[in-house]
């Protein structure tokens, strides 16, 4: 079982624009069924925790609302609205525990870390991520949610151009 951090980032190192754009990673191509895209990584996972923020951000962008079959943990303080059927738990725990009941559910299967960075940052400093994709795209933004805001060592265990996109995967190197 391998928790993954799987994200993309502009060349500087932001998932979102300040006020929680995506048109500039929406607007690159990217062949979904290419090195390291999302149907392949998709395939091996059991569960999948985010922070509120892009919660939200699904909800208001994925047509058809949200189309995820994997249990789903949505860090937030809030009471937010949760579709029919939709197999998500809102939660304030402490990530070790959150990651504990994540690895119930997934069985052999791995934990897809969606983001932000700052959440992401927890599960690291807990010592829970195992490795981490970031898909870069032909941007700069010069200031908005970063990818990963703390210092880690990483070894880049393998790399792919999948059109548009620069794709690292990197393993977290721990502390001996
Ligand atoms: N480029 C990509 O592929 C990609 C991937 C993922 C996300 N994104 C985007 O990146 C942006 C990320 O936004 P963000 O950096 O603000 O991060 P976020 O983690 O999505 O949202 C942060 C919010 O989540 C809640 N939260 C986070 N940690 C918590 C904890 N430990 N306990 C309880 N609540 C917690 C808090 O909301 P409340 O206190 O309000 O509940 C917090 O303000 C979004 O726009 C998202 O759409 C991009």
């Known amino acids: 079982m391998t928790t ?3 994200t993309a980032s502009s060349l500087d190192g932001f998932i979102a624009t300040a006020d929680h754009s995506l048109d500039w990673l929406l607007r690159q191509d990217i062949d979904e069924a290419g090195p390291m895209a999302y149907a392949g990584f ?5 569960a999948m925790a985010m922070g509120a923020h892009t919660y939200e951000w699904v909800m208001r962008h994925d047509e058809g609302g949200w189309d995820y079959t994997l249990p ?13 059927g939709a197999d998500i738990r809102l939660t ?11 690895v119930g559910a997934a069985g052999d299967k791995d934990i897809w870390l ?3 960075g700052e959440l992401v940052g927890r599960f690291a400093d807990a010592g829970l991520i195992d490795e981490v994709w970031i898909q870069y795209a032909p941007v700069t933004l010069g200031s908005g949610a970063p990818v990963l805001p703390r210092a880690l ?9 999948n059109r ?6 990197y393993r977290v190197l721990r502390a001996e």
């Open 4 to 6: 993954h951090y799987y």
């Open 42 to 46: 998709r395939e091996g996972l059991g």
């Open 72 to 84: 789903a943990w949505v860090f937030t303080h809030r009471e937010l609205d949760i579709p029919d």
């Open 92 to 102: 304030q725990e402490d990530v070790r525990a959150v990651h504990g009941e994540m």
């Open 114 to 116: 969606v983001g932000g």
């Open 153 to 161: 060592d990483l070894e880049l265990i393998d790399a792919a151009r």
């Open 164 to 169: 548009n996109f620069l794709c690292g995967r």
